[in-house]
């Protein structure tokens, strides 16, 4: 079974950058649309990004031309690349394997954005 496990979260400045990194401990293979996802204080969890088994990409409005996910197959990891960040990006960032038994979840990190 897949298990997620994300890192690379911290306290930024508004206008600094992070990347994300999600890893596999089971394999993933090119045909799993994997994602990032973020929650808020108070808030739902909402769709960030996602990286689809063609290769495609889709972002939400919020993040888009700031952030850019890639996957590495060979190594099992996906990656958040976060630039321009804003206070309202402040959330803890999960990311999820869509695989054919049902999702799997990391456990998140936070990314806090300081103005």
């Known amino acids: 079974q897949v298990q997620l496990v994300e890192s690379g979260g911290g306290l930024v400045q508004a206008g600094g950058s992070l990347r994300l990194s999600c890893v596999a401990s089971?394999?993933?293979?090119?045909?799993?649309?994997m994602a990032w996802y973020r929650q808020a204080p108070g808030n739902q969890r909402e769709f960030v990004a996602g990286?689809?088994?063609?290769?495609?990409?889709k972002y939400a409005d919020s993040v888009k031309g700031r952030f850019t996910i890639s996957r590495n197959n060979a190594r099992n990891v996906v990656s958040l690349e976060m630039n321009s960040l804003k206070s309202e990006d402040t959330a803890a960032y999960y990311c999820?394997?869509?695989?054919?038994?049902?999702?799997?979840w990391g456990e998140g990190t936070q990314v806090t954005v300081s103005s």
């Open positions: 089971g394999s993933l293979s090119r045909g799993n649309t």
């Open positions: 999820k394997a869509v695989l054919p038994y049902g999702d799997v």
């Open positions: 990286i689809y088994p063609n290769g495609i990409t």
